[in-house]
Each structure stands twice: as C-alpha cells, then as structure tokens.
C-alpha cells in the first residue's frame, strides 16, 4: 500500500506564490515518477507537472515558466514551487506516482496512486 500526503496549499494573492509539497510511504515502484495535477470545481482534472525517476520535467504549457517541480529521491518527495500564481490557478492540486513518464506524457495512462489533495485559491 502507498500513501501520498500532500500540504502547502492555501489562498494568495494574483502575484504570489505557493510551495506544494507531498510525501510517499509504503511499497513504493523501485522506479517511479512523480507528479501533480489540479481540478477547478466545474472543470476536468489537469496535468499539471511531472518528474520521471531520472529527473525529466514535464508541464502544462499554461504553467511552464512560472512552475517548478522538484523531488527528494530518499525521503520520496516531490515539491511544486508555483511562482506569479493567477486566479486560473486556482484548484485542488493533487500528488500522484506511477511507473511509465511515457505514459504521463502521452496521457496514456492514469497514475496508480493519488493523494487526497490540498487547496490552492489565489484572489485578491
């Protein structure tokens, strides 16, 4: 069993910033990427960012540039720094670990285990 934990979320104002942490424990893949997505209420859930086991990157166009993922491999960590947030940014911001970062980058496959989420709101 894993389990992902994810903190750091809250409200900002447009401009601001948020650093998204999340931590797995349990069975975890010998090999595994990480990533975050995000789901606005009325909308459908997002990619947000990923990083393969190696360390390759992948985001969303909408957030490249102004978001940054990160992992720690011994603590199994992955962080999501969001800098110059806007209202769109606005959503519940969910961890996620799974085997293939193809896989992640196509969109072929879903993760295998998710966090519960952590709130993000940026308003002035």
């Known amino acids: 069993q894993v389990r992902l934990v994810e903190s750091g979320g809250g409200s900002v104002q447009p401009g601001g910033s948020l650093r998204l942490s999340c931590a797995a424990s349990g069975d975890t893949p010998s090999r595994y990427y990480m990533a975050w997505f995000r789901q606005a209420p009325g909308k459908g859930r997002e990619k947000v960012a990923g990083?393969?086991?190696?360390?390759?990157?992948n985001y969303l166009d909408s957030v490249e540039g102004r978001f940054a993922i990160s992992r720690e491999y011994a603590n199994k960590s992955v962080f999501l720094q969001m800098d110059s947030l806007q209202p769109e940014d606005s959503a519940m911001y969910y961890c996620a670990i799974g085997g293939s970062f193809f896989d992640f980058v196509a969109g072929l496959k879903e993760p295998a285990y998710w966090g519960q989420g952590t709130q993000v709101t940026v308003s002035s």
């Open positions: 990083i393969s086991a190696g360390g390759t990157t």
